[in-house]
């Protein structure tokens, strides 16, 4: 069984940051594709950033430039680096298992609100 743990959400002011990770047990975390989803109010969840066990990574255009995923296999984790943050950024960030041992796994969701 696969299991994902979110931290780091929080509060922050327009143009802050935050740093998201993901902690995951079960099976070879190497192998896994892992990916970052976001859900706001009244919208669907919605892909922010994955990357895959060979490093290829992707971002949602809404987040080029200011967020970057990154995973350290020796701690099991994936990581979000969220900079330069805009009040469209609130919403509750999910990890996922995109590919590999665990696909379709979920985390339970840190909550991201950026306001003033």
């Known amino acids: 069984q696969v299991q994902l743990v979110e931290s780091g959400g929080g509060l922050v002011q327009p143009g802050g940051s935050l740093r998201l990770s993901c902690a995951v047990s079960?099976?070879?975390?190497?192998?896994?594709?892992m990916g970052w989803y976001r859900q706001a109010p009244g919208k669907q969840r919605e892909l922010v950033a994955s990357?895959?066990?060979?490093?290829?990574?992707t971002y949602a255009d809404s987040v080029k430039g200011r967020f970057t995923i990154s995973r350290d296999n020796t701690k099991n984790t994936v990581y979000l680096q969220m900079n330069t943050l805009i009040p469209e950024d609130t919403a509750v960030y999910y990890c996922?298992?995109?590919?590999?041992w665990g696909l379709g796994s979920w985390g339970r969701g840190t909550q991201v609100t950026v306001s003033s």
């Open positions: 990357i895959t066990s060979r490093g290829q990574i």
């Open positions: 079960g099976g070879p975390f190497s192998m896994k594709d």
């Open positions: 996922s298992v995109t590919g590999g």
